[in-house]
């Protein structure tokens, strides 16, 4: 089995949960509904990556080719980039620091990095 995969997903998975609780308890009285929105897609999507991640320390098991490596590295990168600028747009929007100054841009960025990421994942199959 691949464990930084395995790891990666166990330890987002974890985070997910923590930064979950954290914003529905502490910050959800300050913050208005379209930043608890814009926070929970953030925790949303790293959980489902996180599982991703741990499905492809799973599949490495079975299928062991460069593209399981690439999947790990893509979901990861799409995990801090576009849940982690979720995280950051919500809470600078929360203390009124407005004009982002392009943490916007890294959200879409990470959308992609998903994307390879499965695509990486179809490849792993397709290739072992």
């Known amino acids: 089995m691949y464990k930084p995969a395995l790891l990666l997903g166990f330890v987002f998975a974890a985070l997910s949960v923590v930064v979950g609780a954290f914003a529905a308890h502490a910050l959800k009285p300050m913050m208005e509904l379209s930043q608890q929105n814009t926070f929970e897609t953030g ?17 490495s098991a079975h299928i ?14 799409g995990i801090l ?38 695509v990486m994942s179809v490849l792993a199959v397709v290739k072992g």
């Open 43 to 59: 925790v949303r999507y790293q959980v489902y990556h996180s599982f991703a991640l741990i499905a492809i320390g799973l599949l």
């Open 81 to 118: 980039c576009f849940s982690g600028s979720l995280y950051a747009l919500s809470l600078l929007q929360m203390n009124g620091i407005v004009g982002l100054k392009g943490v916007g841009i890294i959200t879409p960025i990470g959308g992609v990095f998903f994307i390879i990421g499965w």
């Open 64 to 77: 062991s080719n460069s593209h399981i490596q690439y999947a790990t590295l893509f979901f990861t990168l």
